[in-house]
């Protein structure tokens, strides 16, 4: 799987962290959720890295503290994951990426 460096959230490398991959998905390094091992937790600023008219593929539940939880398929690639940098109390799961789409005119009601 090759990988795309999008950005990340951080300074000084870690996570959370934003890729694309060859196989049109991307791959999203966050910080793991307790009893939850295909789920992380990661800022709202991360979206900001999202390619120009994509989106992840995924359900984002807002926490209410300035981060979402999402799920995906954890990545287990190890030629990808030697390409990251995933400290222990963090993991990457693989999301689709969707065609981002733009709901227009007024609501009625």
Same mark, same amino acid.
């Given at each position: 799987?090759?990988?795309?460096?999008?950005?990340?959230?951080?300074?000084?490398?870690?996570?959370?962290?934003?890729?694309?991959?060859?196989?049109? !998905?991307?791959?999203?390094?966050?910080?793991?959720?307790? $009893? @939850?091992? =295909?789920? %992380? /937790?990661? +800022?709202?600023?991360?979206?900001?890295?999202?390619?120009?008219?994509?989106?992840?593929?995924?359900?984002?539940?807002?926490?209410?503290?300035?981060?979402?939880?999402?799920?995906?398929?954890?990545?287990?690639? !190890?030629?990808?994951?030697?390409?990251?940098?995933?400290? $222990? @109390?963090? =993991?990457? %799961? /693989?999301? +689709?990426?969707?065609?981002?789409?733009?709901?227009?005119?007024?609501?009625?009601?």
């Amino acid at each position: 799987m090759q990988l795309t460096f999008l950005g990340t959230e951080t300074q000084g490398g870690g996570s959370p962290t934003l890729y694309a991959t060859d196989r049109g !998905t991307y791959l999203v390094q966050g910080w793991k959720v307790e $009893g @939850h091992p =295909t789920w %992380i /937790e990661i +800022p709202h600023r991360l979206l900001g890295h999202v390619e120009k008219g994509k989106c992840l593929g995924t359900h984002l539940d807002d926490t209410g503290r300035g981060s979402f939880l999402l799920c995906g398929e954890l990545v287990t690639d !190890t030629e990808a994951l030697a390409q990251m940098d995933i400290p $222990g @109390h963090e =993991t990457c %799961i /693989e999301v +689709p990426t969707k065609k981002e789409v733009w709901v227009s005119g007024t609501a009625t009601g």
